[in-house]
Every structure is written in structure tokens, then in C-alpha cells.
T-cell receptor, first 111, second 118 residues
């Protein structure tokens, strides 16, 4: 059974700092991995999707990497801003099974 | 990408009552899903809403508690029946899309319904 773990559970950083969020999964037979952002009490916004054949994806200040063989992904946020404060979730998709989510990392960026 | 409208955005309900959550998509989609996120937990899939047939429920979820309708390819409802405080969660509908380009299929979410049961 696929399990997704995100470390740390919570993170507080000063504005301007670069940071890395970690996601690990137990079964490397995935189709893709997706990073989402969730603001309090809100739905999810898809940030980046990495196919199993890819190693990274970039969007603006965000860069997500994937090492499928080791079951790891990282989300790198450059020059963090208070507006980046949210919960970040990673989820893996194995084709014909439901998306499996981690519990998320709650990020606070202090001005 | 699909625009997903979900309502209500939040509600406070009494124990024993039922609430129906609506999900409207601005384009026809084949796959629609309903998720639940309990406080401090990750998202859990409740069911896949199938157009024209019964929903497919995940382990731990049953139709009597979470009846789902999917009358067409752009609309679905989830009802939380006979609610108890343990049903207090965020409920999210999502759709699977296949955007052009190398990304392949991608999951998009509605804005969620925050339900509190007293």
C-alpha cells in the first residue's frame, strides 16, 4: 500500500529565505507526482506535476524534483514571501488507483 | 484548465441533518472525484462519481452515508447524511483533465466546502 510522508510537518522561515519541502513515497511504481498548495479552509491549487519519466519541473520561484528510484521528491521555493504561507501537499498517482496524499507541510513565511 | 465551482463554501449544521454539496465544472469531464480532509489529516478519496451509473466508493465509505449523484458530465453532488461531529471536514470535488502538452493527466480541485457539525 502506497504511503506518502512529508517532512517537516510545519516550517517557519523569515521572508527571503530559500527553502525545501520534502516528500517521500513507499512504492516507486508511480505514474506522476503532483505538488499542491492549500490555503486555510480552501481547496487545492495544483502547483507542479512531474511525470515519472521527468526529473524536475519549474514554475516561477518553484522547482520540484523527483527521484523515483529512491521514492523522493522535493519542492524548492526560492526567495520566500509572506504570500507563500500555506500548506503544501504532495500526491502520487499510480495510474488506476486513487491519488495518495501526504499530510502536508504547513509553511509560515514571516515578514 | 477546468474551472470548478463548489458550493456551499462553508456550512454549520446540526447533528442528524444532511447537507448536499454541489460541484459544477465549466467543461465536460469524464472523471470526477469527491475527497474529504479531516482536521490535521491528508486528503482521503471518498468515491469516484460515474456519469450515468452508481458511484464507486473507497473502503470505509458507503452510499447510505455519502450518496452521490452525477447526472451529466459537468455536475455532481455529494450528500453527507445523518451528520455527526465526526463528519466535520473539508469536502472537495476534483476532476481529472488531460491538458495539452507533455504533462499528461492532471487533477484539479474545487475550492472546497468547510463543514462543521454541532
Amino acid at each position: 500500500k502506497q504511503e506518502v510522508t512529508q517532512i517537516p510537518a510545519a516550517l517557519s522561515v523569515p521572508e527571503g529565505e530559500n527553502l525545501v519541502l520534502n516528500c517521500s513515497f513507499t512504492d516507486s511504481a508511480i505514474y506522476n507526482l503532483q505538488w499542491f498548495r492549500q490555503d486555510p479552509g480552501k481547496g487545492l491549487t495544483s502547483l507542479l506535476l512531474i511525470q515519472s519519466s521527468q526529473r524536475e519541473q519549474t514554475s516561477g520561484r518553484l522547482n520540484a524534483s523527483l527521484d523515483k528510484s529512491s521514492g523522493r521528491s522535493t519542492l524548492y521555493i526560492a526567495a520566500s514571501q509572506p504570500g507563500d504561507s500555506a500548506t503544501y501537499l504532495c500526491a502520487v498517482y499510480a495510474g488506476n488507483t486513487p491519488l495518495v496524499f501526504g499530510k502536508g507541510t504547513r509553511l509560515s513565511v514571516i515578514a | 484548465s477546468a474551472v470548478i465551482s463548489q458550493k456551499p463554501s462553508r456550512d454549520i449544521c446540526q447533528r442528524g441533518t444532511s447537507l448536499t454539496i454541489q460541484c459544477q465544472v465549466d467543461s465536460q469531464v469524464t472523471m470526477m472525484f469527491w475527497y474529504r480532509q479531516q482536521p490535521g489529516q491528508s486528503l482521503t478519496l471518498i468515491a469516484t462519481a460515474n456519469q450515468g451509473s452508481e458511484a464507486t466508493y473507497e473502503s470505509g465509505f458507503v452510499i447510505d452515508k455519502f450518496p452521490i449523484s452525477r447526472p451529466n458530465l459537468t455536475f455532481s453532488t455529494l450528500t453527507v447524511s445523518n451528520m455527526s461531529p465526526e463528519d466535520s471536514s473539508i469536502y472537495l470535488c476534483s476532476v481529472l483533465e488531460y491538458p495539452a502538452g507533455p504533462e499528461g493527466e492532471k487533477l484539479f480541485f474545487g475550492s472546497g466546502t468547510q463543514l462543521s457539525v454541532l
